[in-house]
């Protein structure tokens, strides 16, 4: 499976970014896909992460309720739909699918498949 990860840019505070996240082959609805991020001089935290069906998706307590996790499986696409940007939401996004337990979610170590990440520059 190889994923590629798009929309990211450099956007005010206040701002919306939509990040998408194309998967090849033919096996993307049999993993839960999720996006990850990464700060400069930080480690990869998780954001938010959608079940295979879509039915049911999680996110970090610092995104909830601002970004939103959504995929198209016909399409074999994932998406971040991100508003009410920060600064502190300045990162490297990755993409990621796989087959982690709940309780393993938010663990990066724990999925699979990778992206390329995609820069969100959030300016003050």
């Known amino acids: 499976v190889q994923l590629q990860a798009s929309g990211g840019g450099l956007v005010q505070a206040g701002g919306s970014l939509r990040l998408s996240c194309a998967a090849s082959?033919?096996?993307?609805?049999?993993?839960?896909t999720g996006w990850f991020r990464q700060a400069p001089g930080k480690e990869r935290e998780f954001v938010a992460a959608?079940?295979?069906?879509?039915?049911?998706?999680y996110y970090a307590d610092s995104v909830k309720g601002r970004f939103t996790i959504s995929r198209d499986n016909a399409k074999n696409t994932v998406y971040l739909q991100m508003n009410s940007l920060e600064p502190e939401d300045t990162a490297v996004y990755y993409c990621?699918?796989?087959?982690?337990?709940?309780?393993?979610?938010?663990?990066?170590?724990?999925?699979?498949?990778w992206g390329q990440g995609t820069m969100v520059t959030v300016s003050s």
């Open positions: 082959g033919r096996t993307f609805s049999t993993y839960a």
């Open positions: 959608i079940r295979k069906s879509g039915g049911i998706s």
């Open positions: 990621a699918l796989g087959t982690p337990i709940l309780r393993e979610i938010r663990n990066w170590v724990m999925w699979s498949y």
